[in-house]
């Protein structure tokens, strides 16, 4: 028979709460930047395929914010019910970061109402153009000061605790944390690529059913580089992150890794499984690679999780998100790659279906390596929520309710996925791109091409 735990029902809300508001956090984050980018290649080519990519995706990008605003909302609620003695201490020290990123929001929302409403409002295009900056900018720095929020949870400082009170609160320092660099970077570069790879998905799907137009095939062009070279600065990002765990958070890596004791060249272990007495079984193991991704140095001494007290260790099964988060991040850099090579060796068919099914695997594979990156990031921390000074049972509240919240946010968020999925196939189904450029841009006819 079901047993209520208070602490075990805060964090399943809280984890659906962010699973489901992560898609919606991260295409704001990223769709921005090529909508930005579409428009421009629009006009400096004087091309009306780009720049009605940019008005689409700016009509869908608004769909999706509404509801990261209902989502974003419902985690900030929830910090306070849900966390009220983690919040009591940690929200004197945070709520710096927490004010800023209300206040990039409404940036962002601001000037995306204008850039919305002013198309063909300017003589010169450039002028609408220069009107998706700041929403590039508020976008981003939301997700900055976001960040900095779980970077604090991960490194905290800024702050002295006596018993259950703050003093000699600096909120710079605590914004500013050492784990505040590699985050932000880790996430505003996987929110492009994952945004990017969404966008190439769509593309390339509807070139498989449809044998799509020049439209198509230039979108498609564009989000496959785009997100290429998001891939790889995410690959960069994930390099400086797990460096960082190793000075800062050694446990969270040594459990993400299974590495149990202390050695110089460790290797790095693959898949594999774990029995009862730790022991690693049917693993792909690189030797001494671990050093070299925690040191850059291939005989580096790396601290196994022997070092950890056994009560702060984190789950072992993070090593699973660890390796689903790395490999579709190398499945999607390598598939774009490819991708570039066909169309770039002039004999080889860059629309091969075989290359479009694997292009259009990457948007759903990505989201889900912001998932896995996401609970590996979260469970990684255990048994912490403000590490080294309290722990996830000393933070969360005692309400016995707390399962009847899940429920009810579990049927909000079914209403608001469909919701969102049905406005945005009506607003897409009954006007094909084909027939919006004729009616926009007569001189241009949107023709079909043979593959």
Known sequence: ??????????????????????????????????????????????????????????????????????????????????WPSFMQIAGNVISLPLFLETFAFFFEAIFLGVYLYTWDRFKNPIFHWLLSLPVIIGSTMSAFFITTVNAFMNTPQGFDLEGRVITSIEPLAAMFNPATPTKVFHVISSSYMTSAAILATITAFIILMKKGSKYHKKALKLTVVATFIFSIMTALAGDLSAKFLAEHQPEKLA??????????????????????????????????????????????????????????????????????????????????????????????????????????SIGPLSMLAIEFGWIFAEVGRQPWILRGYMKVSEGATTSPHVDWMFVLFIALYTVLAIGCITVLRKMFKNNPAELELESRYPQVAATKEDD
């Open 255 to 360: 459990a993400g890794e299974w590495h149990f004791e202390t050695e110089e060249g460790a290797d790095l272990i693959l898949f594999g499984t774990i029995n009862e007495n730790n022991e690693v079984e049917n693993a792909i193991r690189i030797p001494k690679a671990l050093s070299f991704l925690a040191h850059g140095d291939f005989n580096a001494e790396v601290t196994g999780l022997e070092e950890t007290p056994e009560e702060e260790r984190p789950p072992l099964w993070i090593h699973y998100m660890f390796d689903l988060m790395v490999g579709i991040g190398f499945f999607t850099l390598g598939i774009t790659f490819l991708y570039l090579v066909f169309w770039k060796v002039k004999k080889w068919n860059e629309y091969n279906p075989l290359l479009l099914w694997g292009i259009a």
């Open 1 to 82: 028979m079901f047993e209520y735990d208070s602490v075990v029902m805060s964090r399943m809300l809280t984890s659906l709460t962010l699973a489901f508001h992560i898609i919606f956090a991260t295409i704001g984050v990223g769709v921005p930047v090529m909508i930005s980018i579409a428009e421009f290649i629009g006009i400096k080519k004087k091309d009306p395929h780009y720049t009605l990519l940019a008005r689409r995706w700016t009509r869908g990008f608004t769909i999706t914010v509404a509801v990261g605003v209902v989502t974003g909302t419902a985690i900030g609620l929830q910090l306070s019910l849900l």
